[in-house]
């Protein structure tokens, strides 16, 4: 083994970066050189771009950065992401034990051995903690921001900072009015939160208008010699007005302060791109994109080489709209704060550039291709359409799928004739990471089918990852390309929703909010559980059965300058050359104090294992599995 001692150091790191975490562990017990020589910052910072690249978050703790670890804790991070990933993947995620410890306590204090109904034998109580929420309130959204804390919205309007570990609200913004929490994004080297707040001024359709408050919540940072807390604070960094109905709004870059949003124009069916461009500035930018709005389309906002994306996706392709900065800049237009003012749109203005790209079906399993209800579906159904207005959908009689023959060029299972998109859900990482590291977008669309008569709905669940542009040189023609490929959970199941009514239009019928929360290749959800002998078409008991259901799709890497982007999928793995694109549906255990009739928000936080649950009684249920 003295042999090893002259082998240069650089060529060890070259060949560790050929390896995976389980190589690298392997080599270190094999003797004290080899884990001296690989147990080294160099190696786990490589080990951690890996991850990186195949978009899972490290589990950093409050707002810390790769940059303030010291190698030990690096090595740490990095080997509890690699555990998450792959127990998320390749089994049911267990309970993480001895994940929340009492200060002061041992680990093993308090280990119980019970053989629970899982099997599993949970051995510790510190797997989850219950923490409140804002005294007397109802929330009606909620997110984690970082391990530390969450921030909530309540049904009052205020929107309250709380800390997870010392179970105490330790900042508030209390407008004294019903305001709706909009969107929300973590800047983490900032160390600030950006969120936006809405509410109806006056006017339907396209004269509505909307005002906005821009806000922010800091978290300074705490002296590693002081004991003193020093808690966050919010502050108002701008007032807008919208004119028409908003259907999203988007934090492009806080740092350059560049905001957007989608306003559907009902007079001619297209979208809107409102856009401040320095939001310090009072000056906005208005403008009709003449692109064409459908009920059935999905759309996203994201920045991009100095341009705005519109990303929009159909049933079986999507399209994505370039306009430059540069060229909006050229029709701003200038706004003042009077509360008389109201913007309005100045031009038509198309896209400098359009690209589409359809999406790859997989070969699903045969019971994946027969519809959900035994009667046919004749009738109209309305859904919530551009700005969750009302809108009318016809779905003709159709027989039952018929699975495809050509297993090189399947057709889309999913039909728009018979399933409609409830929900949409684009998530790009949100996480600490490097500027090495190139993003990707996932989006994960929640499908439904509503019977007419019983009004029982069911769902499936589709995902796909994205770049933008769409098109990555070199990877057009990959069979091994990830992008773009549908992944499914195809067995029908029954999303638990909950009724949000609107207080400014109480004579509306209340909306069907499902429970479920998602993160990058995750999702998580509430689902019904019928007794064998219910008839599967019946509604489902008020108080029937409820399980905590999980989903982990495939990861993807990077890799090569042009970023082609491959998964597990491989080609041709099925018998038949199909590829394998059934996501597997888990069941999560919970705790016995955990009733799942009372959950009003759910939350899911990879980069730490995370479940985050919110109940009637004003507590906060965080699970952390592995």
């Not at 906002?301 to 929009?312: A, E, K, P, Q, R």
């Amino acid at each position: 083994m003295s042999s090893l001692q002259n082998i240069p150091y650089d060529l060890l790191l070259s060949i560790a970066q050929h390896l995976d975490l389980g190589d690298i562990y392997a080599l270190q017990l094999t003797c004290k050189q080899l884990r001296y020589a690989v147990r080294t910052r160099p190696v786990y910072r490589e080990m951690a771009v890996s991850l990186l690249r195949r978009c899972r978050a490290l589990p950093l703790y409050g707002f810390k950065r790769l940059s303030d670890l010291s190698t030990d804790q690096l090595v740490e991070v990095v080997n509890r992401a690699a555990q998450l990933e792959r127990g998320w993947l390749t089994r049911t995620p267990r309970p993480a034990v001895n994940t929340f410890i009492p200060e002061g306590e041992k680990a093993s204090n308090g280990i119980t051995k019970p053989s629970d109904a899982t099997g599993w034998g949970i051995k510790s109580r510190y797997w989850y903690k219950v923490v409140g929420t804002p005294p007397d309130e109802e929330v009606d959204w909620l997110s984690p921001i970082t391990a530390s804390y969450t921030l909530c919205a309540t049904k009052s309007g205020k929107v309250v900072c709380w800390d997870v570990h010392r179970d105490v609200g330790i900042a508030e913004w209390n407008p004294g009015e019903r305001w709706e929490l909009w969107k929300c994004r973590v800047e983490f080297e900032q160390r600030i939160v950006y969120f936006t707040m809405a509410k109806v001024l006056r006017g339907k359709e396209d004269e509505k208008v909307m005002q906005f408050e821009l806000m922010q919540i800091h978290f300074p940072e705490q002296k590693p010699d002081s004991e003193e807390q020093i808690s966050p604070s919010f502050s108002n960094l701008r007032s807008f007005k919208t004119l028409g109905i908003v259907m999203n709004v988007f934090l492009l870059d806080p740092e350059a302060r560049l905001l957007a949003g989608f306003v559907w124009i009902n007079r001619s069916n297209s979208i809107g791109l409102y856009v401040l461009l320095d939001w310090n500035k009072e000056e906005y930018v208005f403008i009709d994109t003449n692109i064409k709005c459908t009920n059935t389309a999905n759309w996203s906002c994201i920045l991009f080489n100095g341009s705005i994306v519109i990303h929009s996706e159909e049933a079986t392709f999507a399209c994505q709209h370039f306009f430059p900065l540069s060229v909006l800049a050229q029709h701003v237009t200038l706004s003042n704060p009077s509360s008389s003012f109201v913007p309005r749109m100045t031009t038509r203005l198309k896209p400098t550039r359009s690209i589409s790209r359809g999406f790859t079906f997989p070969v699903l399993p045969p019971e994946s291709y027969v519809l959900p209800f035994r009667q046919p579906l004749v009738q109209n159904i309305v859904i919530a359409g551009p700005g969750n207005q009302i809108h009318p959908i016809v779905l003709p009689q159709v027989d039952d799928p018929i699975p495809p023959t050509d297993v090189n060029n399947p057709p889309n299972p999913w039909s728009d004739q018979l399933w409609y998109p409830e929900s949409a859900h684009f998530v790009r990482q949100w996480w600490p990471t490097l500027p090495s590291v190139p993003r990707l977008s996932c989006t994960v669309v929640l499908l439904a089918q509503h019977h007419p008569q019983t009004h029982v709905t069911k769902y499936v669940l589709a995902q796909h990852y994205f770049t933008v542009p769409l098109y990555v040189s070199g990877t057009e023609s990959d069979p091994d390309d990830a992008m773009m490929r549908m992944w499914y959970v195809s067995v029908p199941f029954e999303v638990v929703c909950v009724s949000d009514q609107d207080e400014d239009t109480p004579e509306a019928l209340p909306r069907q909010r499902p429970l479920l929360a998602v993160d990058f290749g995750h999702a998580v959800w509430l689902e019904h559980v019928r007794a064998a002998d219910d008839e599967e078409d019946e509604e489902p008991y008020e108080r029937g059965q409820k399980r905590l259901r999980f989903v982990s799709f495939p990861g993807v890497r990077l890799e090569g300058e042009g970023h082609a982007v491959r998964s597990g999928i491989g080609r041709g793995g099925g018998a038949d050359g199909t590829f394998e694109m059934e996501g597997a549906a888990r069941t999560l255990v919970i705790p016995k104090e955990l009733d799942l009739h009372d959950v009003e928000t759910i939350n899911i936080d990879q980069s730490q294992g995370a479940v985050i649950l919110s109940v009637r009684q004003g507590k906060i249920f965080i699970l952390c599995y592995e």
